[in-house]
């Protein structure tokens, strides 16, 4: 069982021998510094760590926004292999991080996006103030909030269909990659209904969209897609 996300993340290293790793919101650096691919950059606009201790020629750190550094910094740094989304817990600015990252993308790219499965509609709320002070008020003991993170995954299902995607089981981790989908038929065929889809629409599709998996499971999908791509190409 892959536990935590840095165990998850070089397993994915793994199936495309990811060279160069981008992560979007680092915080404290407990999954980024963890991540065993040679080449890392961590984007963060408020860095909980130490950089100074980490940071070399192969380990960068942007101190910026997600968008100043897709739009500014991120060119030089070439191609990733490997891309993680955990920045601000919103539909719009995690689709746009997604939408931005696919210019520093190749067919072998493989992302992971965190917090797509709510665990209550408190965690799901779209600000994190009111999910504290909700969950205070109702005297929960989870503290999660994931926002509506959930909505990126309908939006990659209904406007990417040349793009796959499966959630590890149990953990709310959506991983995509370049696999196209065969008889596709988008869902809801508008990004304002999407923006408005209730957590119950998200659990309603689970299966369909979603495509919890066991990561055995899940890790041979994305093994054979690339291993696919590579067939075709020779």
Same mark, same amino acid.
């Given at each position: 069982?892959?536990?935590?996300?840095?165990?998850?993340?070089?397993?994915?290293?793994?199936?495309?021998?990811?060279?160069?790793?981008?992560?979007?919101?680092?915080?404290?650096?407990?999954?980024?510094?963890?991540?065993?691919?040679?080449?890392?950059?961590?984007?963060?606009?408020?860095?909980?760590?130490?950089?100074?201790?980490?940071?070399? @020629?192969?380990?960068i750190f942007?101190?910026? %926004?997600?968008?100043? #550094?897709?739009?500014? !910094? &991120?060119?030089? +740094?070439?191609?990733?292999?490997?891309?993680?989304? @955990?920045?601000?817990?919103?539909?719009?600015? %995690?689709?746009?991080? #997604?939408?931005?990252? !696919? &210019?520093?993308? +190749?067919?072998?790219?493989?992302?992971?996006?965190? @917090?797509?499965?709510p665990?209550?509609?408190i965690?799901?709320?779209?600000?994190?103030?009111?999910?504290?002070?909700?969950?205070?008020?109702?005297?929960?003991?989870?503290?999660?909030w994931?926002?509506?993170?959930?909505?990126?995954?309908?939006?990659?299902?209904?406007?990417?269909?040349?793009?796959?995607?499966?959630?590890?089981?149990?953990?709310?981790?959506?991983?995509?990659?370049?696999?196209?989908?065969r008889?596709?038929?988008?869902?809801?065929?508008s990004?304002?209904?999407?923006?408005?889809?209730?957590?119950?629409?998200?659990?309603?599709?689970?299966?369909?969209h979603?495509?919890?998996?066991?990561?055995?499971?899940?890790?041979?999908?994305?093994?054979?897609?690339?291993?696919?791509?590579?067939?075709?190409?020779?």
């Amino acid at each position: 069982m892959l536990e935590t996300r840095h165990e998850r993340l070089n397993a994915l290293a793994k199936l495309n021998g990811a060279q160069r790793y981008l992560e979007i919101g680092v915080r404290n650096g407990a999954t980024f510094t963890r991540v065993g691919v040679p080449y890392r950059v961590a984007v963060d606009p408020d860095f909980r760590l130490k950089t100074e201790k980490f940071a070399n @020629d192969q380990t960068i750190f942007h101190a910026v %926004t997600s968008d100043e #550094f897709f739009s500014r !910094l &991120a060119a030089p +740094h070439g191609l990733f292999d490997l891309i993680y989304l @955990d920045g601000l817990h919103t539909f719009e600015q %995690t689709f746009r991080d #997604f939408c931005a990252s !696919l &210019a520093f993308s +190749h067919p072998r790219t493989i992302w992971l996006i965190d @917090d797509t499965v709510p665990v209550d509609r408190i965690a799901a709320l779209r600000s994190q103030f009111a999910s504290i002070v909700l969950r205070k008020l109702t005297l929960g003991k989870r503290c999660q909030w994931m926002g509506d993170v959930y909505r990126v995954v309908l939006a990659i299902h209904d406007f990417f269909p040349q793009f796959s995607l499966a959630t590890f089981q149990g953990h709310g981790q959506t991983v995509v990659w370049r696999e196209a989908r065969r008889d596709f038929r988008p869902t809801w065929n508008s990004l304002t209904a999407i923006s408005r889809a209730s957590l119950g629409s998200m659990r309603r599709h689970m299966v369909s969209h979603f495509v919890p998996l066991k990561d055995e499971e899940l890790l041979g999908r994305v093994a054979s897609a690339i291993k696919d791509l590579s067939t075709v190409e020779s």
